[in-house]
């Protein structure tokens, strides 16, 4: 079983505490591309980090939270369609998480900002990462789209889906 | 074969899982394998075919059904059906974890010539008969006697949240298989081992045979054969996602007496996922 590489809340509580003048930065983007089909439903979206050891960190998971306007657990019964994220981390993973966990997000860009040293980022060690979106939509398909990179090293990674996801990029200031 | 044979087996088999490759499958079709969220529920089809998953011939009789939890409790089966071709049942998840769907027997049983020359049997087609009473069901001048020990077992996995292993464990009697690969985990490409065990024991030999569902699109079988190393152990390059049956025997002379042979079936359904 992969481990999980970070106690993020256990690194976070101590490092917010500490003015962070220099703290690094990884901004992601994920293109949610505007589909022509029947009948719509905004994507289950999964954002993750996972190392050279194969192990994984969870940065955002967007799906149902609500029903009827109100909070539900409903929506958790579709997380494992988000296969690769369910199989390397999500199964692991009781849902919602704060700060991890979100509404679904409608066609269009968006942009995610992760400070290092903090949650749900947490300390990044030097190396080889993949960044790694999935997102599966009800009545739709599935895609995984991964994105390589090297911290701490400036430099903007991108990589394109199919279908179901656009342009996700990368954007690492150390 | 004449109508009267062809009934009579069938109904047995309704009871019996097959013991040999070529009779008609008994099979466990769970909706799902691999479920999320807190109140996870299944729906397992239970049938006896020729074509894997495809409900055709006979229902399985499911009042044998046992369902081991994660914590190694026993749940019972819900919304019992026993239709045409097949039987339904529903199960709740209501721990995380691992879970079991088990139909399984075990017993002794003997086959004999009678002087005339015909088949004699015990217990008879369907019937169960206590093994300590096998003796005095033998007719005294019954030729060819062959007492044997047999074990039939059929399984399917099903996890709620992340896969664990208590359920795994075998109980040594008897032909199992013991995945040494979690069995909720399998995905296209990759390759799984499962170790058989003959009462407890890792046992060489046993052919396996592993066919993917949806076979009435396809013109072939296309079965993978294996058959298990000296550790017992079998490993299985699953070529596409799906469902897959797998059906293994075994049969040796290392029975307990009075029985001189012993004989195991198993028969399993994996779902296997794209990765």
Known sequence: MRAHFFAGSLFAAGLLALPCAQAGELTVSVELPSLNVAEYHPPYVAVWLENEKGESRNLAVWYQLEERGKKSEKGEEWLKDMRQWWRRIGRETDMPVDGISGATRKPGTHQLVFTEGKSPLGKLKKGNYVLMVEAAREVGGRELVKVPFTWPAAGEQSAKGNKELGEVKINVQP | ?275
Not at chain 2, 28 to 38: F, K, R, Y
Not at chain 2, 41 to 55: C, K, L, Q, R, Y
Request: aromatic fraction near 8%.
């Open chain 2, 1 to 275: 074969m004449n109508t009267f044979l062809k009934a009579t087996l069938c109904s047995a088999l309704v009871l019996c899982l097959p013991l040999t490759a070529n009779a008609h499958r008994a099979w466990l079709l769970p909706s799902a394998t691999v479920l999320s969220g807190d109140n996870a529920w299944i729906s397992v089809d239970a049938a006896v075919s020729n074509d894997i998953f495809h409900a055709d011939h006979a229902p399985m009789r499911i009042d044998g059904i046992t369902i081991v939890a994660p914590d190694g409790t026993q749940l019972a089966p819900q919304n019992n059906l026993t239709g045409k071709f097949r039987s339904v049942f529903d199960v709740q998840l209501p721990q995380k974890g691992t879970y079991k769907i088990v139909l399984a027997s075990n017993g002794l049983m003997a086959n004999w010539k009678t002087p005339a020359g015909e088949r004699g049997m015990w217990p008879g087609r369907g019937e169960k008969g206590n093994p300590a009473d096998i003796e005095k069901n033998i007719p005294t001048d019954a030729q060819e006697v062959q007492i044997s020990q047999f074990s039939r077992r059929l399984e399917t996995f099903v996890t709620s949240g992340s896969p664990d292993e208590k359920v795994l464990k075998i109980t040594k009697q008897g032909l199992e298989l013991l995945p040494i690969t979690h069995p909720n985990d399998l995905f296209a490409g990759e390759t799984a081992e499962f170790q058989f065990h003959m009462d407890g024991k890792p046992v060489e030999g046993v052919k396996a045979t592993i066919i993917a569902g949806g076979m009435r699109y396809r013109n072939e079988q296309a079965a993978i054969d294996v058959v298990s190393d000296k550790n017992g152990k079998i490993s299985v390059t699953w070529p596409n996602a799906g469902m897959y049956w797998l059906s293994a025997s075994y049969r040796d002379n290392k029975a307990k007496k009075p029985a001189t042979v012993r004989s195991g079936s198993y028969a399993a359904t994996f779902e296997v996922l794209p990765e």
